[in-house]
């Protein structure tokens, strides 16, 4: 034993020397070496090179501030640095130890100082302040900072995947913005990509199973429920929109007032002129033309036909009994076709006393006038982001699986529509499955989707149909486990 | 006497229409051609051409992977149909009367009045459903079959052109029908031959149906042959349908570059054909 002692101390004193040999050309050169400091993979650079002082990277004030994306003030009276990024404010003393962070009170090792004619701060304090995370790398002399924002990066998948998924046309322009977005927060990425092909295509494409999952505006039909068996498909809602009852008549602006009743006659060819008592009646204060009505509708088979029809089915019992509802009827007065909304916002644009109906985003950006309908509760509204999730609001949970047409809420536009994504209940690959239910949590239940929504007319869903997502999401399972975290 | 001024004047009375028509069918052309210009010049440039298509609302974006997509999905289906089907013509050329001339005729002829979206579901169904995924392979094979008609039909009837007393000279001189077929007919026909190849690719170019059941699309850029794969085409309908000003601006950009890529690929062929013959 006493012989390997000794064998293993001089071991153990070779390591410690070579070690320190080797680590010596290193350090001689280590105050040689400058610093450079990467944020969210992008390099740093001032007019000052950052410094270690005390062991601190101190770093130009306005340089790391403004990287992070806050306002910084200079009080020469007091000396006083402040910082501000939302609601954190960070105040530094130049010269003194004590810092305010949020209110509270913090010690640094190094107080904010004149280096070269530059205030410079501690850069770990600043940035771990503004919730950023700051690495040392000793080999290259390199601190890493990643941004709150980067922070935020998910990781659903081991390895970059391209999904194919597809269906309805109406939520396509928000789609490819979520998918822009949700392909910068992953990483590594997750590109999904959309066909804009149609609700009834996306549905088969799902069965299919050439879409991961798909987008739809009108809910599987009994048939295709059984198609799927005995797997599911789960309807989880995205967004909500508004069908916009849209005309065009010569010296007359939007807020038209229309009842339920009213729509159902003209599109039932019962009233075929604008100035029908029946319409003027509602409108006294508009002085509308001796025009025949033209009824313009879809060509193609489309969800917001379903929508329309779904509605006027709810509130004429001759519509429902006549024409019913679906996403091509047979209309029973004489119509014009268009293609897609583009089609019916173009005849509709052309023909003077026209009318027709369109998504909301398509009426307003063709600048068309829009009809103000009467919803249940009596009121006159006109067709909005904010009165189609009103629609929503008071809604069951089952009642997610169907359009929210003809709401009881007060406030409510009454011709409104759900566009779900279909998703299988029971997955078959894991990488999909995590990608998929990452993406529509990201998406739908951490609300990312709202501000896109809102500025292409989109209606966000309301709390009921956020926390009715979220269920749907967790029920989703790979092998028997849950996909949800 | 008065028997011939009448045929004159009925003479010029059709030439005079037939002016017309043709007339009308350069103006449509014209119109369009001006249309599209007027329309997409706005929009193009060169990071429209070179970056990816942005969301709405989001300023910038291009048609860079949907240009690479196209070229590559008519380079394959090029690639794929021009061997085979002048291959083919040769042997029509060669057996005009064999029964299995006569089928094959007759089969490439019912191929050419099939609509191309059911040649997209044929492939969808072959390819996309067994493999499980699109993939810009599938969109080259759809419209390898939508090309192959028209190279086909176009092939026999250049072949056909090379007189027959030049192919009784070449057996006559003891060439054997190997040497006859690629020393005399086929260059004698190549004008003709490249011809129906451009006029092909630029039919498969513009196909939208085919290539998104297939290939369906993409917004990203492409990484490898088996994947979604972007187009000219699809991008343009899925624009053109949008309700957003910047879409449809970029829908008419994209019609623009698709137009004017047929059109340097057309004059292209034509000059290096005019090369080599007078190399000749």
């Given amino acids: 034993m006493k012989k390997y002692a000794l064998l293993t101390r001089a071991l153990a004193v070779f390591v410690c020397l070579a070690t320190l040999v080797s680590l010596l050309p290193a350090m001689a050169q280590a105050d040689a070496r400058p610093i450079s400091i990467v944020l969210d993979g992008r390099e740093l650079r001032g007019d000052v090179a950052p410094q270690i002082i005390g062991g601190r990277t101190m770093i130009p004030l306005r340089l790391i501030f403004e990287a992070l994306g806050a306002t910084v003030t200079w009080d020469e009276a007091t000396q006083t640095v402040t910082g501000q990024q939302g609601n954190i404010t960070i105040i530094l003393v130049r010269g003194s130890r004590n810092a305010t962070v949020g209110g509270r009170a913090v010690t640094l090792d190094q107080p904010a100082q004149i280096i070269t004619g530059r205030t410079m701060v501690p850069l770990r304090f600043v940035a771990e302040s503004l919730g950023a995370t700051v690495e040392w790398d000793e080999a290259q002399r390199t601190v890493r900072v990643t941004s709150a924002t980067q922070a935020r990066t998910r990781s659903p998948v081991t390895s970059e995947l391209r999904m194919a998924t597809g269906g309805a046309s109406f939520p396509f322009p928000l789609y490819t913005r979520l998918i822009t977005e949700y392909a910068a927060v992953t990483s590594p990425r997750v590109l999904i990509e959309y066909a804009s092909v149609g609700s009834g295509a996306g549905i088969r494409g799902l069965l299919a199973r050439t879409f991961v999952f798909a987008g739809s505006d009108a809910p599987l039909t009994t048939e295709q429920h059984a198609q799927a068996r005995p797997n599911e498909v789960l309807h989880i809602p995205v967004v909500m929109g508004a069908v916009a009852v849209v005309y065009n008549l010569p010296g007359v602006g939007s807020g038209l007032r229309l009842t339920p009743g009213a729509l159902a006659d003209i599109y039932l060819g019962r009233v075929t002129r604008w100035n029908d008592p029946s319409i003027r009646l509602l409108n006294p204060t508009l002085t509308l033309p001796d025009l025949a009505i033209t009824l313009v509708r879809r060509s193609d088979s489309s969800g917001t036909t379903f929508i329309f029809t779904n509605y006027l089915s709810r509130v004429s019992t001759q519509w429902r009994s006549d024409v019913g509802e679906g996403t091509t009827v047979r209309w029973p007065g004489t119509t014009i076709g268009g293609a897609g909304n583009a089609g019916v916002a173009a005849q509709v644009s052309q023909i003077p006393g026209a009318v027709g109906y369109v998504e909301l985003a398509h009426a307003v950006r063709a600048n068309m006038s829009v009809a103000h309908m009467q919803n249940r509760a009596g009121n006159f509204v006109p067709p909005s982001v904010e009165a189609t999730t009103a629609a929503a609001v008071i809604m069951e949970d089952a009642s997610f699986m169907t359009h929210p047409t003809n709401s009881i809420a007060h406030n409510a536009y009454p011709i409104v529509g759900i566009t779900w994504m279909l998703v299988w209940r029971d997955q078959d690959n894991e990488a999909n499955a995590r990608a998929t239910v990452d993406f529509l949590r990201w998406a739908i239940i951490e609300r990312n989707l709202e501000p896109f929504a809102t500025e292409l007319h989109y209606a966000p869903l309301p709390e009921t149909g956020i926390n009715r997502a979220r269920r749907l999401l967790q029920t989703i399972t790979f092998g028997g486990q849950p996909v949800w975290r | ?280």
């Fill in chain 2, 1 to 280: 006497m008065k028997n011939i001024q009448k045929r004159k004047a009925l003479g010029a009375l059709f030439e005079v229409l037939c002016v017309l028509a043709a007339g009308v069918a350069i103006m449509v052309l014209a119109l369009i051609l001006y249309y599209v210009f007027r329309r997409g010049v706005a929009v193009v440039n060169f990071s429209f051409l070179t970056s990816l298509p942005t969301p709405v609302g989001v300023a910038g974006g291009g048609i860079g992977n949907a240009l690479i997509g196209s070229l590559l999905m008519v380079g394959l289906g090029a690639l794929i149909a021009v061997p085979v089907c002048i291959a083919g013509a040769i042997y029509l050329d060669q057996n005009p009367a064999s029964k299995l001339a006569a089928y094959a005729r007759f089969a490439t002829r019912v191929l050419s009045g099939i609509p191309s979206m059911v040649v997209g579901l044929f492939v969808f169904s072959q390819l996309v459903l067994r493999t499980g995924h699109y993939s810009a392979l599938a969109g080259g094979v759809a419209l390898s079959i939508v090309m192959a008609p028209v190279i086909t039909l176009s092939a026999e009837e250049m072949l056909r052109l090379v007189p027959s007393s030049q192919r009784e000279a070449s057996m006559a001189l003891g060439a054997t029908k190997q040497q006859t077929v690629f020393r005399l007919i086929l260059p004698g026909a190549a004008g003709g031959l490249i011809v129906g190849v451009m006029l092909a690719v630029a039919l498969a170019a513009g196909q939208t149906a085919p290539v998104l059941l297939t290939a369906l699309t993409s917004r990203f850029w492409l990484t490898s042959l088996a994947q979604p794969t972007a187009s000219l085409p699809v991008l343009i309908y899925h624009y053109a349908t949008s309700p957003f000003a910047d879409w449809q601006a970029h829908a008419w950009g994209a019609a623009l570059v698709l137009v004017a890529v047929i059109l340097v690929l057309n004059v292209t062929a034509q000059v290096l054909l005019g090369l080599i013959n007078r190399r000749r």
